[in-house]
């Protein structure tokens, strides 16, 4: 009963969160990974977006990088950089067993790898995945892990 209220919930957060912080999907109808943000960016001075003239393909997936250099970093060591779970929120992979969009600003760095969040409005206020996922890194992150293989398929 608890899910199916926050999965309702979660739809109408869907529906109705439509601004310029808007969710999207890890890859877009054009193949381009994370809203064209730049992966290697978030290791360093934090989320950019990148330039189509700037980008590289990785498993038919294109990435956009704010610089030649960024984007020869990838080149060199892409699973440095990629998003876990596929750029899917890693808090909805671990908390909910289930994939949603993210906002490619709201993320986290933990033990050298980058994790990507849901961030929308709801009536009212934010619903910020990653607040949970502060308090409770190390549990959602084992779980995610675990839970992965399975709602990879989904």
């Keep these: 009963m608890k899910n199916l209220r926050f999965i309702?919930?979660?739809?109408?957060?869907?529906i109705f969160g439509t601004t310029a912080e808007a969710?999207?999907?890890?890859?877009?109808?054009?193949?381009?990974?994370?809203?064209?943000?730049d992966v290697v960016s978030y290791f360093k001075d934090g989320p950019k977006r990148g330039f189509e003239g700037f980008s590289?393909?990785?498993?038919?997936v294109t990435y956009y990088f704010f610089t030649k250099e960024n984007r020869d970093a990838f080149q060199e060591a892409p699973e440095k950089y990629l998003p876990q779970?596929?750029?899917?929120c890693a808090w909805g992979v671990g908390a909910k067993q289930a994939k949603f969009p993210i906002d490619p600003e709201s993320y986290d760095i933990v033990d050298g790898k980058l994790?990507?969040?849901?961030?929308?409005?709801?009536?009212?206020?934010?619903?910020?995945?990653?607040?949970?996922?502060?308090?409770?890194?190390?549990?959602?992150?084992t779980a995610a892990h675990k839970y992965w293989p399975t709602v990879k398929n989904q």
């Design 8 to 14: 309702m919930m979660f739809t109408v957060a869907l």
């Design 23 to 37: 969710q999207i999907d890890p890859v877009d109808g054009n193949g381009v990974a994370i809203g064209g943000y």
């Design 85 to 88: 779970f596929d750029g899917y």
């Design 115 to 141: 994790y990507l969040f849901f961030n929308a409005p709801f009536q009212g206020e934010r619903f910020e995945t990653i607040l949970d996922w502060n308090n409770r890194t190390t549990e959602l992150k």
């Design 56 to 60: 590289a393909k990785h498993k038919e």
